[in-house]
């Protein structure tokens, strides 16, 4: 489904502030089959990071990842594998709690955060 926002969102709500850099993690061979071709697993990871964010911002991220303890989310992310720079909402993701680096005068530095069960195909 093209992202409900254009933008990233979080069940449809855009992040308030948007990543700095962004990108698809890469997967981790599981082994080999008959042919010699890779095997992936299923599911991929999506990380996104922030040079310098105000707590408030962090906060809408944070309670994001507590909804995802007990249930999944819907991100709109760049879609993987597309020819043209589109957003895809992605349904049944779980996030990790942000990392963040050094406080800074009512902002955090160095924010990631990474969502992942996310299914491409």
Known sequence: MIGTTGSFAING???????STHKWSGRSELG??????????????FEMSWDL????????LINAQLAS???TLVMD???WGS???????????????PQVGQYFSEHVESVIWVVGNIRTN
Do not use: K
């Not at 890779?38 to 599911?43: F, G, K, R, V, W």
């Open 13 to 19: 709500t855009r992040i308030s502030l948007q990543p």
């Open 32 to 45: 080999v089959d008959g042919n010699n071709r890779p095997l992936y697993p299923a599911i991929r990871e």
């Open 53 to 60: 964010m105000p707590v408030s911002d962090l906060a809408q």
């Open 69 to 71: 303890v007990t249930g």
């Open 77 to 79: 992310l760049p879609q």
């Open 83 to 97: 020819s043209i720079y589109t957003f895809y909402s992605y349904s049944g993701t779980v996030a990790r709690e």
